[in-house]
């Protein structure tokens, strides 16, 4: 893992510790769980410069990999809870991330259009992809990180991605070893 991923995760597992950023307190489960997650939305990601929007960033994942992965993308963390987006502006201060901006407010009051929105652990699809799908531009995409539930929440989703135009949901399984059950759901928003 390099340097920036690393520098990450300490400063993660040390601001856990007077605050809940992440249930996992284990480096090396974070390594597989925060980062090497993060890092399976890579192929989804069109080339070039892209603006990102991770929505509910909270501890940071998967934003933070994705900016230092991809130092060609403008990553918004968007974290509504105060102290989360202080914590997160402090990661990028830290880390000398010029591609990375936060913003401390609900996803449904950020006014910029995004190439994509990424989101993990943020609700059922139906709810995130209200709340995605109007900050992603035409074209763009959705691409939320889910688990073994999704095959419940996409029939109930389905209705509300078509009425914020979204493309069907396609679903990818998470290429990570022990991410067996994870899968990424890809919604792309068509076009005007």
């Given amino acids: 893992m390099n340097e920036l991923l690393n520098r990450y995760l300490d400063l993660l597992l040390q601001a856990n510790q007077v605050m809940n950023l992440t249930s996992v307190t284990d480096r090396a489960a974070a390594e597989q769980l925060h980062v090497a997650d993060a890092l399976t939305l890579l192929p989804f990601l069109p080339e070039g410069e892209i603006t990102i929007a991770d929505i509910g960033s909270g501890g940071g994942c998967p934003g933070i990999p994705l900016a230092i992965s991809r130092p060609d993308a403008m990553v918004t963390l968007i974290e509504a809870t105060k102290k989360k987006a202080a914590f997160l502006q402090s990661v990028a201060d830290e880390l000398k ?3 990375v901006r936060v913003e ?3 996803a449904e009051k950020v006014g910029q259009r995004f190439t994509v929105a990424v989101a993990r652990a943020v609700g059922p699809l139906a709810l995130l992809a209200e709340i995605a799908l109007p ?3 035409p074209g763009g995409k959705l691409l939320a990180m889910k688990g073994p539930k999704i095959a419940a929440e996409l029939p109930a989703a389905a209705k509300t991605i078509a009425r914020f135009r979204g493309q069907p949901a396609v679903v990818h399984p998470a290429a990570r070893p022990g991410a067996e059950g994870h899968v990424i759901v890809e ?6």
């Fill in 97 to 99: 991330l010029t591609n």
């Fill in 104 to 106: 401390a407010d609900r």
């Fill in 135 to 137: 900050m992603v531009q």
């Fill in 187 to 192: 919604i792309i928003k068509r076009r005007k």
